[in-house]
């Protein structure tokens, strides 16, 4: 079933984790990121898969110390590759998922001054995905 098909789950994430790499240079900064997508997996080696990603993205960004702040809403697309195991621990439908996807954001976050830190471009975004669920 895995090989050369594709397919749509519906899953529970019970754990999920990224990773954001340089999105922002200095301090005094909190981040907020919300984002929903679609995936489209084609499984190429046994657990390894290629997908394609479109999707809504929101994100914030709040200086702590001053009253400036930058939000951006999206409508991102990409591709991305990944690896998923089922039945971890021996436990029927429990699932890792992890994916490092590449997306192009329509509406581009330019380089912006929040009081001394940087928040940098976003225009292709990469990240690092860790999803531990359960698929029902």
């Known amino acids: 079933m895995l090989t ?18 340089g999105a922002v240079d ?17 499984f190429i080696f046994k657990h390894w898969y290629v997908s394609a990603n479109p ?25 991305g590759i990944g690896y998923t195991r089922n039945h971890l621990f021996g436990i029927k439908h429990f699932y890792l998922n992890f994916s490092i996807p590449v997306r192009y954001y329509f509406n581009h976050i330019e380089e912006t001054k929040l009081g001394e830190t940087t928040i940098r471009p976003h225009v292709i ?5 860790l999803f531990l669920g359960y698929k029902f």
């Open 4 to 21: 050369g098909e594709w397919f749509m789950q519906l899953s529970f994430n019970i754990f999920s984790m990224t990773l954001f790499l």
């Open 125 to 129: 975004v990469n990240n690092m995905w």
């Open 55 to 79: 999707g809504y993205y929101n994100d914030e960004y709040n200086h702590t110390a001053l009253d400036e702040g930058l939000e951006n809403k999206t409508l991102p697309i990409g591709t």
């Open 26 to 42: 200095g301090n005094d900064v909190e981040g907020y990121f919300r984002g929903y997508e679609m995936h489209y997996d084609r």
